[in-house]
């Protein structure tokens, strides 16, 4: 519902539906890193006699690329750690777009707002006219 993106011809939406747009993405984007967590921990877990714990942090580390706590002992844990480092690279640059897409979106549609819609309501033009006749 809050991840469609409107279309040129159509109005910003309001800044509340913004904002839930920008929690849904969120919550996409976190997900996300969720899965990644969760996959190294289970290549850590399984390939580097790992307790849970461990294995979270080490994946973690490596997403955060901050690199692994514990040394790698086998070279079945080396190759996980070089892929699953490749993969976190990958996975920040989805992240990114993902968190990014919705502000990026609305600054880029409102270069197509028609001059109504962007601006203000202007002054009645009675208004304009009286003040225009005021000698300086």
């Known amino acids: ?8 011809h159509q109005p910003l939406i309001s800044t509340r539906r913004f904002l839930l747009r920008m929690v849904a993405f969120g919550a996409v984007a976190l997900g996300f890193d969720l899965v990644l ?3 190294g921990a289970v290549g850590f877990h399984q390939l580097g006699d790992m307790g849970w714990l461990d294995a979270m942090l ?13 040394p790698a002992a086998s070279a079945a844990i080396k190759l996980f750690q070089l892929v699953f480092a490749v ?8 992240v990114v777009t993902v968190v990014l897409a919705p502000v990026v979106h609305r ?24 003040e225009d006749t005021v000698p300086r």
């Open 58 to 70: 080490d994946a973690a580390m490596i997403l955060t690329g901050n690199g692994p706590i514990h």
């Open 107 to 130: 600054v880029l549609h409102s270069f197509h707002l028609e001059p109504q819609d962007a601006a203000p309501p202007a002054e009645p033009p009675g208004r304009a006219a009286a």
């Open 87 to 94: 993969a976190g690279g990958i996975g920040f640059v989805i």
């Open 37 to 39: 967590i969760v996959i």
């Open 1 to 8: 519902m809050f991840t469609r993106f409107e279309a040129r």
